[in-house]
């Protein structure tokens, strides 16, 4: 049972225009929401959260919003850059066990010139 | 300040035997948890350990087991290896909500 969902296993944008990645999910007693970069053979690394009791939280040019009616959230990439490339996770947790993260299954992201 | 730290890097093991991987989290972390990434199940969550006590455990075989000593260093063992457990193996290391991973070690099981 698939309780973090990336529907879209890549995603191809110019440079300079905005990356979209989508994230939806199943269970409701996730409470917090994280999004993290990956590169081959290393370990993702953070980039931005997000709380339930938000709907929006911005890092420069990274935005996540959440829509905890419809169980979804959404990292926006403004501008994209060709180091942005990357397979990008998103991950659930909830107070209960905060440690345990559920991923998605990822996206790849491509930014062309 | 050092990131999290995991070794070997890469591993190569037969079937049957045993491995032991080490991770050394961020200084003052004192959770460590352990994911298991692989092509066809992505990133899962094995075992969590906090102040020397696994807290959360995922639906892994006990084959898979870990320690934390005092210094908040972790250890992951799984024993009787099969060909399955190829995979990358994360360490994270978390004080509050964001959990930061090291760059993983690579076991492959032949």
């Known amino acids: 049972d698939q309780q973090v969902k990336q529907n879209s296993p890549s995603l191809s944008v110019q440079e300079g225009r905005i990356s979209i990645l989508n994230c939806d999910y199943t269970?409701?007693?996730?409470?917090?929401f994280l999004w993290y970069k990956k590169y081959p053979a290393e370990g993702p690394t953070f980039l931005i959260s997000?709380?339930?009791?938000?709907d929006k939280n911005e890092d420069g040019r990274f935005t996540v919003f959440l829509n905890k009616s419809a169980k979804h959230l959404s990292l926006h990439i403004v501008p994209s850059q060709p180091g942005d490339s990357a397979v990008y996770f998103c991950a659930a947790s909830h107070t209960g066990t905060a440690s345990k993260l559920t991923f998605g299954t990822g996206t790849r992201l491509q930014v062309t010139l | 300040k050092a990131g999290v730290t995991q070794t070997p890097r890469y591993l190569i093991k037969t079937r049957g035997q045993q491995v032991t991987l080490s991770c050394s989290p961020i200084s003052g972390h004192r959770s460590v948890s352990w994911y298991q990434q692989t092509p066809g199940q992505g990133l899962q969550f094995l075992f969590e350990?906090?102040?020397?006590?696994?807290?959360n455990k995922g639906n892994f075989p006990g084959r898979f087991s870990g320690r934390q000593f005092s210094n908040s260093r972790s250890e992951m063992n799984v024993s009787t290896l099969e060909l399955g457990d190829s995979a990358l193996y994360l360490c994270?290391?978390?004080?509050?909500?964001?959990?930061?991973f090291g760059q993983g070690t690579r076991l492959t099981v032949v």
């Open positions: 269970n409701s007693m996730f409470d917090y």
């Open positions: 994270a290391s978390r004080m509050n909500t964001e959990a930061f």
């Open positions: 350990y906090f102040s020397e006590t696994q807290r």
């Open positions: 997000i709380s339930s009791i938000k």
